[in-house]
């Protein structure tokens, strides 16, 4: 399915979400520290791991994801920046333990056949005392959530998605994905089963998507650190 829609994956990106998912990127980043080794999972075009390096987030991100298209999609966009690539699959990352300063997933996670192996499969290649920056729709709970992603990311989404990638399919399970993931709350005991002993969530428009920073082994400096959902 990624496959089919990595030609048009950044303009859909763009047009569905207004360029809120640029913002939404940018913000999340900017809660991050500063580190050296950074993993994009799920990177697709490389959007998240091109943030963190704009944003002096990360000094080399090495992009994963299993759908060679999408790496191929985004390859103009790493050309000469420190960003590397390779094909692998979220459950059974093919990294050593503690390989990486900080871990970034942005609209992967939920994709996952099973969230709280990959979340284990991050905690385990990062190193002690870094970072998880996971950006995600979390099933809907709140009234607002709830009323976007039941009219606009039920209907909305698949006719524009459709339309302008020629794969309605694709842009259905979106919102029917997003209604099947965990709940925030949910995601959060998953992380803190995982190992993660602090988390960090940001809600975005409203809730209708967040991030969470995660953190192996301390807390989280900054503003709003440490608590959780
Ligand atoms: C919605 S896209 C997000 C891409 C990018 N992170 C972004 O923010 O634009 C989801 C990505 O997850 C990848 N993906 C899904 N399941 C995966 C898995 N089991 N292992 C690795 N990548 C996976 C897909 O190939 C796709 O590129």
């Known amino acids: 399915?990624?496959?089919r829609i990595s030609g048009r994956y950044d303009l859909l990106n763009r047009v569905l979400s207004a360029r809120q998912d640029v913002a939404w990127r940018r913000q999340a980043v900017s809660r991050l520290r500063p580190h050296g080794r950074v993993l994009d999972l799920a990177c697709g075009t490389f959007d998240l791991g091109l943030e963190a390096l704009a944003q002096g987030r990360a000094g080399v991100v090495h992009g994963c994801d299993f759908c060679l298209p999408m790496l191929h999609a985004g390859a103009a966009k790493r050309s000469g920046r420190p960003i590397t690539a390779s094909v692998g699959d979220a459950l059974h990352l093919p990294f050593a333990d503690a390989s990486f300063d900080a871990a970034l997933v942005a609209y992967g996670w939920r994709n996952f056949p099973d969230p709280a192996a990959a979340a284990v499969e991050l905690h385990r290649v990062v190193r002690p005392g870094g970072q998880v920056?996971?950006?995600e729709f979390f099933k809907?709970?709140?009234w607002w959530p709830r009323i976007f992603h039941g009219t606009f990311g039920r209907y909305v989404i698949p006719t524009v998605g459709g339309l302008l990638?020629?794969?309605r399919s694709a842009y259905t399970y979106l919102n029917a994905s997003t209604a099947k993931f965990l709940s925030v709350?949910?995601?959060d005991t998953?992380?803190?089963a995982s190992?993660?002993?602090a988390t960090v969530w940001m809600p975005f428009f409203g809730g209708v998507s967040h991030g969470v920073i995660a953190e192996r082994g301390g807390v989280i400096a900054g503003p709003g650190g440490g608590g959780g959902a």
Do not use: C, K, N
């Open 1 to 3: 399915m990624f496959g």
């Open 133 to 135: 920056l996971i950006l």
């Open 140 to 142: 809907p709970e709140r």
């Open 165 to 167: 990638s020629g794969d």
């Open 185 to 187: 709350a949910e995601a």
């Open 190 to 192: 998953v992380l803190r």
């Open 195 to 197: 190992g993660f002993t």
